[in-house]
Nanobody, 118 residues
Framework: VQLQASGGGLVQSGGSLRLSCAAS????????MGWYRQAPGKQRELVAT???????TYADSMKGRFTISRDNAKNTVYLQMNSLKPEDTAVYYC?????????????WGQGTLVTVSS
């Protein structure tokens, strides 16, 4: 399974970006997909997740600014980021949780850099 993330870049504070992450390969049944981020010198943290049924969760600091969505037919997850702040600067990683009988396996994409200038 491969996850290809794209859409990162440089944006001014208050701006918007839309990240995409396409899954390919032997995907099978999807439990959910999500976005995490890692800022320099910090641990990776949750941004948002979405289940195969469409239920979403967000980190508190992203609520109201970020929106996660999925295109099940394309096995693609999106992250719309609005009102970006310099503290949102990080490498953003997508992941996918897939059913692998008898358990679940987690796959990660390569990351895409988001830089927000003040």
């Amino acid at each position: 399974v491969q996850l290809q993330a794209s859409g990162g870049g440089l944006v001014q504070s208050g701006g918007s970006l839309r990240l995409s992450c396409a899954a390919s390969g032997r995907i099978g049944s999807v439990v959910g997909m999500g976005w995490y981020r890692q800022a320099p010198g910090k641990q990776r943290e949750l941004v948002a997740t979405i289940t195969s049924g469409g239920s979403t969760t967000y980190a508190d600091s992203m609520k109201g600014r970020f929106t996660i969505s999925r295109d099940n037919a394309k096995n693609t997850v999106y992250l719309q980021m609005n009102s970006l702040k310099p503290e949102d600067t990080a490498v953003y990683y997508c992941n996918a949780k897939l059913f692998r009988d008898p358990g679940i396996s987690v796959y990660w994409g390569q990351g895409t850099l988001v830089t927000v200038s003040s």
